[in-house]
């Protein structure tokens, strides 16, 4: 089973002159065997750069290969090379030997990190095979052809008890053996394998104590150097590792001072190894006198530089290398001494997403913290090292707006990326939080609209490739009516009624004020609505619909819009109109057949049959007399007989081809196939019959939401899509491509445009789940949590007798208060005139109330105002209800604008009901602004 995820990354900003370096550590650095002038270096960045010497300077180009750190890299030939990586993909790169083209494509996958490849041989026919290992205890034999295709040949398991098995080195011995190749894994053994066979044909055990780091085969190939993790170098001899487990194939060791990670030439005479610690030393050793090998330092660093991960030594007598704790690129002269700096890039080290689920706080490789907008896509803010910390800006920075999760952020390869699940659409946030963005497709947003941040996010990165499936959508239907109509007597139209009329509604504005909140109490849901109170317009046509510890709420942003929400969704009654309105041709074929289904109609009565061979079962439909009253509901059921008839013979088919149909919906362009194929039935379903709109083209399938913004993408991004497999350690990442910022001016066509390719690319590999959300994109009633809260008075805490003050300021009402709610005092109110400073009070039936978790504070406030039983002075002179009454939780002030979720995470801070209290503003009493 496969399941797929998208994510789009954010590339950070560098300065023009490191702008095609690397902007994590160097992990690989080779010298084209076929081309002196050409050498590339991959890192942990997921890149490989070019390195081409022109009149003796140095240009370099910047090749996005991979997702995750590139880990190993081999050339095959001239301009082609292996590149594995974390990502778990095995790479063939294709560079041209001059010039700036590039091609890279996935020829194969492991289950887990890839870190080693070793190339073996090339046959006549010009078919390469070569080894990959990783962590998934596997190693695969390859073989690629000249045309790029590739072959898995055979797959070697490692695995061992106590799951482990992971192999970290491999490398190619002399043809000569019965093994050619060798692996080392982290339990520190040795394994001999052939990649003719694909057999396992022993091991060395225990060859080191601890993790086997590197494996380099000299004199060729009759020589193994081995290191491991606790620094200890072993020379073996390749001839005796087959023979009584190895016993005897150890020549020497060597305790090194660190660590050696990497390791440059090819005979033990000259050798240098690099280490942990940084330093470069050259080694020379004897045939016999292992004890007494030369040893000197080439290169000697600071603890800040770390160790050497990757190095060359080049023909004219320098070394380039690379450090762990930078991007840079280092080069030596070893005859002058004279050393060379390219420098790298910074990169992303770790992220966090604050509340508000678009804005992202990052640290670079230099310590810097920066604020990203991820629905923009652009670098906000970079703060000073003396606004605090990382840890201290996240803090800082995180709003009381708390929504859920649409995405998850994490740092990969130096950049940030944000990775969508089929539930990104999850997440909805009201018009006020996009007023700081660029809206493109001319759509007023209002402050108290809610809006789909997921859907935006999406709609706005692809906003081109969108309008370029749309544009090809209709293309197919206008040429597919253009071949039919050719065809003598059979033009094709879609069947479908455009003239439903549009259902009277009350406005959007209207509805937000029905009903609010609902009560929470043991009185009959039943029961009459209180019409005296103020402000208080109820919804007569959705009363039906009111359930116990439920309310109505208007539509939110995510409710259909369109007539057919308020239809019933009987999409089979839609076509009896049109046919009604045509009169039925004696040459009509659906004529006839309807004709022939009213004689049978008619002959039978009410009784009629929908499938064809009940009559061969020996049992007898259900009859219907025709004393029983045909109700709306099985009216489309005798016009659309036949169609009944047809789906009862399609059935048996439709049951064999179900699996069929699931297999298929993996891609967007499996999306893209199933509605070409329905434009297809339905204009040859059509054909016969309707040859008046015969030439009109089959209305588009395609649904999208036209209300949501489309905001303007300040910056390209890379897009990647992930698949995971059943018994995978992790996402594989099986597409990728740098998408550009899109256009908005539609002047040029985009069936031209230079981003045809990409979009072409995205349509084979962009999942179904992706093409459901961008081309049956309709709004839907979204069911948020809801959360209990209730309303009561402020009491001072400092006054022990404000309650009992409270209770009885009013002891002559409080007796028949419950029995009159709707009476209004003349008497209570002229004491408010009196009294300003007290608040009138909300019967107890309202006080307990169930609403949505995204209500704002503000609304609550117009509920209490609502629902005084008297009006303040401040109501008589229609004083916004914000600038005289404030609310309360746990005797922090709220703001207006925060959610009722924000407020039971930030005040409340336990179960149970949330109480709110209600008070007049006044700036002498003590309150805590912030949460606690």
Not at 106 to 129: M, R
Not at 624 to 634: C, G, I, K, M
Request: glycine share 6%.
């Amino acid at each position: 089973m496969k399941k797929y995820t998208v994510a789009y990354g954010l590339i950070p900003p560098q300065c023009a002159n490191i702008h095609e370096s690397h902007i994590l550590p160097i992990t690989k650095i080779i010298q084209s065997e076929s081309n002196s002038q050409l050498l590339l270096t991959c890192g942990r960045d997921g890149t490989v750069i070019r390195h081409t010497q022109k009149n003796g300077e140095w240009h370099r180009l910047r090749m996005q290969t991979n997702s995750d750190w590139v880990s190993d890299m081999a050339e095959l030939d001239k301009g082609r090379f292996i590149v594995v990586s974390h990502d778990f993909s095995l790479c063939l790169l294709t560079v041209t030997q001059d010039g700036q083209e590039w091609n890279s494509k996935i020829v194969g996958y492991h289950d887990d990190y890839v870190k080693c490849v070793a190339v073996l041989e090339k046959d006549e026919a010009g078919d390469w095979t070569f080894a990959t290992c990783g962590l998934d205890m596997k190693v695969k034999i390859w073989t690629l052809g000249a045309d790029g295709s590739s072959a898995l040949l055979h797959t070697i398991d490692n695995a061992q008890p106590g799951e482990t098995g992971s192999l970290y080195a491999l490398t190619s011995v002399c043809n000569d053996a019965r093994f050619d190749l060798v692996a080392g894994d982290n339990n520190g053994n040795l394994v001999l394998m052939s990649s003719k066979t694909g057999e396992r044909l022993g091991e060395v055990e225990s060859a080191h104590k601890t993790n086997i780091k590197l494996l380099r085969s000299l004199n060729n190939g009759t020589r193994i150097l081995s290191t491991s993790s606790d620094g200890m170098v072993n020379l073996w001899d390749v001839e005796k590792l087959g023979i009584d487990g190895g016993s005897k194939a150890l020549i020497y060791s060597w305790k090194w001072a660190a660590p050696v990670w990497c390791i440059q030439g090819t005979t033990l005479e000259r050798l240098l190894l690099g280490d942990s610690r940084g330093v470069i030393t050259q080694v020379s050793m004897t045939e016999g006198e292992w004890e007494s090998m030369k040893l000197s330092t080439v290169v000697s660093s600071d603890e800040d530089t770390k160790g050497i991960l990757a190095m060359l030594e080049m023909d004219n007598g320098s070394i380039w290398f690379s450090f762990s704790g930078d991007s840079n690129l280092h080069t030596l002269d070893l005859k002058t001494g004279e050393s060379t700096v390219l420098e790298g890039g910074d990169a992303l080290l770790k992220s966090s997403l604050l509340t508000n689920r678009r804005h992202v706080i990052t640290q670079n490789t230099r310590g810097i913290v920066q604020r990203w907008d991820i629905v923009s896509c652009e670098l906000l803010d970079t703060f000073d090292a003396t606004m605090g910390t990382f840890d201290d800006l996240v803090h800082k920075l995180s709003t009381k707006e708390i929504l859920s999760h649409w995405c998850s952020v994490s740092i990969k390869t130096g950049k940030l990326f944000v990775k969508l699940s089929p539930k990104f659409m999850s997440t909805e946030v009201y018009g006020s939080a996009l007023e700081h963005y660029k809206i493109v497709n001319d759509i007023d947003v209002e402050i108290d609209e809610r809006y789909n941040l997921g859907r935006i996010a999406v709609n706005s990165i692809l906003n081109e490739f969108i309008s370029w499936v749309i544009l090809k959508d209709e293309t197919f239907r206008k040429e597919l009516v253009a071949k039919k109509s050719s065809v003598p007597g059979s033009p094709s139209q879609a069947l479908a009624d455009s003239s439903v009329s549009e259902v009277s509604r009350p406005g959007l504005k209207e509805n937000r004020r029905l009903s609010l909140f609902t009560k929470l109490s043991k009185t009959n849901r039943q029961s009459p609505t209180p019409t005296s109170l103020p402000s208080t317009p109820l919804a007569v046509e959705n009363s039906s619909t009111l359930v116990e510890d439920s309310f109505v709420l208007p539509p939110p942003a995510t409710s259909h819009l369109d007539n057919q929400s308020t239809l019933g969704g009987k999409a089979d009654s839609i076509p009896t109109p049109v046919l009604a309105k045509r009169s039925a041709s004696s040459g009509s074929l659906l004529a006839q057949k309807l004709k022939l289904i009213s004689a049978i109609d008619s002959n039978s009565g009410s009784n009629f049959s929908v499938d064809n061979d009940s009559s061969a079962g020996g049992e007898k439909p259900p009859m219907r007399t025709s004393s029983q009253p045909t109700t709306a509901d099985e009216e489309p059921l005798k016009s659309n007989l036949f169609i009944n008839h047809q789906k009862g013979e399609r059935q048996e088919e439709s049951t064999m081809t179900e699996k069929h149909e699931e297999s298929r919906q993996e891609y967007l362009s499996d999306f893209i196939v199933e509605l070409r194929e329905n434009y297809t039935k339905e204009t040859d379903a059509n054909a016969s019959s309707f040859k008046i709109l015969g030439k009109k083209a089959p209305s588009s399938k395609i649904t999208r939401e036209d209300q949501s913004p489309i905001i303007e993408i300040k910056a390209g991004v890379l897009l990647l899509v992930n698949c995971w497999n059943e018994g995978s350690s992790g996402d594989t990442v099986c597409f990728s491509t740098y998408l550009p910022t899109s256009r908005y001016d539609n002047a040029e066509d985009l069936k031209t445009c230079n981003n045809q390719h990409v979009f072409e690319a995205l349509e084979r590999n962009l999942p179904y789940w992706i093409a459901k959300a961008l081309f049956k994109d309709e709004k839907t009633t979204k069911d948020y949590p809801k959360l209990t809260f209730v309303l009561k008075p402020w009491e001072n805490p400092d006054s022990q007798q404000s309650s009992e003050t409270s209770i009885s300021s009013e002891p002559s009402h409080s007796g028949h208060h419950h029995h009159l709610p709707f009476h209004r005092s003349k008497h209570r109110e002229r004491d408010g005139d009196r009294k300003s400073k007290t608040l009138p009070k909300v019967a107890e039936a309202y006080t307990k109330l169930h609403a949505p978790n995204f209500i704002k504070v503000k609304k609550i406030l117009n509920y209490v105002v609502d629902r005084f039983d008297s009006k303040t002075p401040e109501m008589r002179c229609h004083t916004p209800v914000s600038e005289w009454l404030e609310i309360l939780c746990k005797n922090q002030l709220l703001d207006n604008e925060m959610a009722l979720g924000s407020v039971k995470t930030l005040y409340w801070k336990s179960q149970g009901d949330i109480v709110l209290e209600y008070r007049r503003k006044s700036a002498s009493l003590p309150v805590n602004e912030k949460p606690e």
